[in-house]
């Protein structure tokens, strides 16, 4: 198993901070709001109220109850408590999924580029993944035609992530139904939907694959509060699907890990079931993030990258394929990991090459921080970009 690339970006750019210098991370994929003030009483109050023992392996009734009301009035799924499980983080839910239904020799198909974690986790399973390469003239995301093309006797899931991580593209809702017109025919495919950057969306409301009629019970939506209610060191994810995989996943979860942190999960039931006044911090962060975009997309106009401006999330994914082969003061890049390592100890700015995703000619850069780093990081990228020759 690989070591996880955005967790060893940040690792050393921590440890590079420790000595001194002065590092501005865009690696890591983690808002760097605080967690709201709503939220955290609810911590206060379940610790003031001893809800402090074993809690139920698939979750609390209430907070499974919580998830349902989320998914019924916000995205129009109809889920029963029962169909619920709730992990530590959304990365823990897609790991007990995936075991649960990937034997050896299965496939799981899954768009490139990728999260780092999704290959890994489907060879851990013993499964195949199958990656199909999505270019960025089709702004990073599969066509039905690819799909179908990538699909054998032996597939087994299909993996979508909207909004995505590393690109920031989501699907319309014509674009899923074209891709359910085609998984319509296979019936022994699982769908699973990640979509943790749900509420990080600048062109509209958010789109389920699992709205669908012809394919909404082989859907498993992953979530969580990580992303959207800046609570990502909680450490509350779910997945909602069918009835088998939940009670599977509870099986397989109450052999690894039991039930998700008591006080943690109160404090998700609180985000979950706040007001809507409680709620407003949840578009007043989107609306930042959106700011934030613009900015860098206008300040990543650097002479010889292609930048896509992102519809959602929190990253930038420019092709760097133009200075790959270069020389940067006599030492020749040949990789995208090898011009973020290079940017980092020479610049200073931690980024993300693209190899972990399936596209090494990208390089991955979270514009989740404040506007000053953002501007004195991307100035340091250009003086970078223009000393490679």
């Avoid at 006599?330 to 290079?342: C, H, K, R, V």
Wanted: charged residues 20%.
């Amino acid at each position: 198993m690989q070591e996880s690339a955005t967790l060893k970006m940040t690792q050393i750019s921590r440890e590079l901070k420790n000595k001194g210098i002065d590092i501005i991370s865009l690696s890591i994929g983690e808002p760097d709001f605080n967690t709201p003030d709503f939220v955290k009483e609810a911590a206060i109050e379940a610790i003031n109220n001893n809800i402090t023992k074993y809690p139920p392996v698939a979750g609390y009734e209430s907070l499974q109850i919580a998830i349902c009301k989320k998914l019924k009035e916000e995205n129009n799924l109809s889920f029963d408590p029962k169909q619920i499980v709730v992990s530590t983080g959304a990365k823990h839910s897609l790991m007990n999924v995936i075991l649960s239904i990937v034997d050896r020799g299965d496939e799981v198909i899954i768009p490139a580029p990728y999260w780092v974690s999704y290959s890994e986790m489907v060879e851990f399973a013993e499964g195949t993944p199958v990656f199909v390469n999505c270019s960025s003239e089709q702004n990073f995301k599969i066509t039905p035609q690819q799909l179908k093309e990538a699909i054998t006797p032996y597939t087994r899931a299909f993996l979508l992530n909207s909004p995505s991580n590393p690109t920031g593209m989501l699907y319309t809702k014509n674009e899923l139904k074209a891709l359910t017109d085609i998984l319509e025919n296979y019936p022994n495919i699982t769908i699973i939907s990640d979509e943790i950057y749900e509420y990080i969306n600048f062109i509209g409301k958010h789109e389920s694959i699992a709205q669908f009629e012809n394919i909404k019970d082989r859907v498993v939506v992953i979530n969580g509060v990580s992303k959207g209610y800046a609570m990502t060191g909680w450490r509350i994810g779910y997945m909602a699907g069918p009835l088998y995989i939940a009670k599977a996943v509870t099986k397989l979860q109450g052999q690894f890990t039991s039930g998700a942190c008591s006080i943690a999960q109160k404090t998700a039931e609180a985000a979950l079931l706040g007001s809507e006044n409680e709620k407003k911090i949840i578009s007043k962060m989107t609306n930042t993030f959106k700011n934030r975009r613009d900015l860098v997309y206008s300040l990543l106009d650097i002479p010889g990258l292609n930048t896509k401006r992102p519809d959602g999330a929190f990253y930038f994914f420019p092709d760097i394929s133009n200075f790959l082969g270069k020389s940067y003061h006599g030492t020749i890049i040949n990789n995208s990991d090898e011009l973020a390592m290079s940017l980092l100890l020479n610049e200073h700015v931690a980024t993300v090459g693209g190899d972990a995703f399936g596209a090494p000619n990208c390089l991955r850069l979270s514009y989740a921080t404040d506007e000053q780093s953002l501007k004195t990081a991307l100035k340091r990228m250009r003086k970078y970009f223009s000393e490679i020759i």
